[in-house]
């Protein structure tokens, strides 16, 4: 029987979550099954045709880049600005840490499913890339959608640090030779409100061939 790797991800007063690979046992606290619903743990295989929505939703403004080969939609009342190390952003007005980012590096990999089974990617992402060393990281739905035959992975996260904690989806995509990454944010505190506003973001992210 092939042997599994387990790590225990909490703190000194308690554990929050412990995940196994190669299974990637999620145990998921009450407070988001109550949000999620019973398919929080599910993994959904989404596909899409070509016929992305010609019109923009309402309260969302589209952000198109055909010089870097991506789109993706964005709650109209938030600005651009600067965010290092990231190709475009928007953020709220007036509220921290509820933004939107992209940012892209070469790889020589043609598929989002290069990086391996999806859990398995997904989980060291989370903990060892978008997790610093003073923050709790907890996954939980995720997706795999196709458009255009091109694969898309989405999936929701926390990292909690004291005083504070961060709720997230992110999607990652291959192509152009690019490995793209778009992050939106809210404030853990207010996620249950944001969520779904915040999905449609994550859902948009689409790349487009770039121009010989």
Do not use: C
Request: no cysteine; glycine share 6%; charged share 25%.
């Amino acid at each position: 029987m092939q042997s599994k790797e387990s790590l225990v991800v909490g703190t000194g007063k308690k554990i929050v979550d412990r995940i196994t690979l190669p299974d990637l046992i999620i145990e998921v606290t009450k407070r988001r099954l109550a949000l999620l619903g019973a398919g929080a743990l599910s993994t959904v295989l989404l596909n899409s045709s070509s016929a992305y929505a010609e019109e923009v939703p309402k309260n969302y403004s589209s952000y198109v880049d055909a010089n870097d080969g991506y789109s993706y939609l964005y709650p109209a009342d938030w600005r651009d600005f600067d965010f290092l190390g990231h190709d475009s952003a928007f953020k709220d007005r007036n509220v921290q840490l509820q933004s939107v980012r992209v940012a892209f590096v070469p790889t020589q990999k043609t598929d989002i499913r290069d990086l391996g089974p999806m859990d398995e990617a997904i989980f060291n992402l989370v903990t060892e890339v978008y997790a610093a060393p003073n923050q709790i990281p907890t996954i939980y739905e995720m997706q795999e959608r196709t458009v255009d035959g091109r694969n898309y992975w989405t999936f929701e996260y926390d990292l909690e640090a004291p005083g504070y904690g961060v709720s997230a989806f992110a999607t990652v995509a291959i192509g152009n030779g690019r490995y793209y990454t778009l992050i939106v944010t809210a404030n853990e505190r207010r996620w249950s409100r944001l969520r779904n506003k915040l999905k449609v973001v994550a859902d948009s992210f689409k790349i487009s061939d770039l121009n010989a």
